[in-house]
């Protein structure tokens, strides 16, 4: 009997008590991220077979000597084909660490141009040529994030944002094609 009415008890509790609204929205849309105060990169160039496979929109927590009254977005999203190719972005607001640690025996180092700036990337395995097991950049600033910290380097940020972009499964030339082709999806 017991068996029984433990789940029928902690359905009730669940009704009786919901959960606190989430900060995340798992299922976004690119639409979603079009009404964000954020800029969000999208890009308008991926290698063949590859189509959008999730975007996640999340909240960071306001604290206390910031505005309650103004969320603070980040996103995410990632492309990908049938097989292992993936390509990712993912966005912060603070408290960003050193993407590209990764540094070992097989791992090799370059840099590209991007619309953000000059990108360092880290890759495994070395060679420009063939597809990576991992490839990742260093955060990125966007234009808001290097405005709010021309003001006041110790301001938390509001509207700006550092972007990381990841992929695995594809060459470093089809990350750079890739990233080349980052806009901001609202513009």
Known sequence: MTRFLLPILACAILFLFPQPASSSKPH???DDLKKLDIICFVPSWLPKGFRLKKVEITYDEIQEYEDKNHPLPLYSMQ??????????????????????????EDTEE???????GRMYLIYRPQGKTGRKIE???????????????????????????????SASGITVAEFEKIVQSLRAIRR
Do not use: C
Request: proline content about 3%; charged content about 25%.
């Open 28 to 30: 976004a849309t690119l």
């Open 79 to 104: 492309y990908g084909n049938e097989r292992e190719g993936k390509f990712w972005i993912a966005s912060a607001r603070e408290g960003i660490g050193d993407r590209n640690i990764m540094v070992e």
């Open 110 to 116: 370059t840099e590209i141009q991007s619309p953000l």
């Open 135 to 165: 490839i990742d950049s260093n955060w990125q600033s966007d234009v808001n994030m290097l405005a709010e910290k021309a003001k006041d380097q110790l301001a938390h940020p509001v509207l700006g944002r550092y972007h990381g972009f």
